[in-house]
């Protein structure tokens, strides 16, 4: 996903969201694989999550949704910014 953070947001505080997201329940959560996290030189975030298939992944945002540390980390972030995608790795 791509976003920016609402206005008023400090890095400090979207880092410790993202760090109570990493130390969750997803770590218990079939088909996990990481994260990771970039911000660009104009301040915009792009998280990648790494799963074994595009199910594993949907049953996981609709988990993330319920949860404390979603909430907390979904109310960090400007929806109106955020663009997800998904992608396959492909072996040539």
């Known amino acids: 996903a791509r ?3 609402k206005g008023g ?8 969201a ?4 990493r130390q969750g329940i997803i770590q218990q ?14 301040g ?7 799963w074994d298939s595009k199910e594993t992944c949907d049953a996981w945002a609709a988990i993330f949704k319920g949860l404390d540390e979603g909430k907390t980390f979904s109310s960090l972030m400007d929806f109106s910014s955020a663009r997800g995608e998904n992608y396959t790795l492909v072996h040539p």
């Open 9 to 16: 947001v400090t890095v400090e505080q979207f880092l410790q």
């Open 3 to 5: 976003f920016n953070l």
């Open 18 to 21: 993202e760090n109570a997201v």
């Open 29 to 42: 959560q079939p088909g996990y694989q990481g994260r990771d996290v970039f911000q660009d030189a104009e």
């Open 44 to 50: 915009r975030w792009l998280i990648i999550m790494r």
